[in-house]
Nanobody
Framework: QVRLVESGGGLVQAGGSLRLSCAASGRTTSGYAMGWFRQAPGKGREFVSAVSWSGGSSHYADSVKGRFTISRDDAKNTVYLQMNSLKPEDTAVYYC?????????????????????WGQGTRVTVSS
């Protein structure tokens, strides 16, 4: 069992930056693919980014490509999401997730059903 706790959300003006953190406990993050999804008010949960178990590869949604960067530090059992040039449409609750190593290479990596563990989420609000 992996327990995930997100932090780092908050209120920021458009164009600003935030760094989200996801701390894992119960098991080491080593060997797991890690990812971030988000859910805006009244919308479904959507894929944001994922990083392979080795940290050598990553996926990004088109809407965040070039602005967000995912990284992992397995020594700290923590995954990060650096968010720059934030836009009002980035406003959402951001969820950290962990899945088996094969999750990252699956053609369905962007779907919620493929991931095994979820955090409670951290809210990000971007004002215009």
């Amino acid at each position: 069992q992996v327990r995930l706790v997100e932090s780092g959300g908050g209120l920021v003006q458009a164009g600003g930056s935030l760094r989200l953190s996801c701390a894992a406990s119960g098991r080491t993050t080593s060997g797991y693919a890690m990812g971030w999804f988000r859910q805006a008010p009244g919308k479904g949960r959507e894929f944001v980014s994922a990083v392979s178990w080795s940290g050598g590869s990553s996926h990004y949604a088109d809407s965040v490509k070039g602005r967000f960067t995912i990284s992992r530090d397995d020594a700290k059992n923590t995954v990060y999401l650096q968010m720059n040039s934030l836009k009002p449409e980035d406003t959402a609750v951001y969820y950290c997730t962990a899945g088996g190593a094969d999750t990252f290479s699956s053609v369905a990596y962007h779907t919620t059903g493929l991931w095994d563990y979820w955090g409670q989420g951290t809210r990000v609000t971007v004002s215009s």
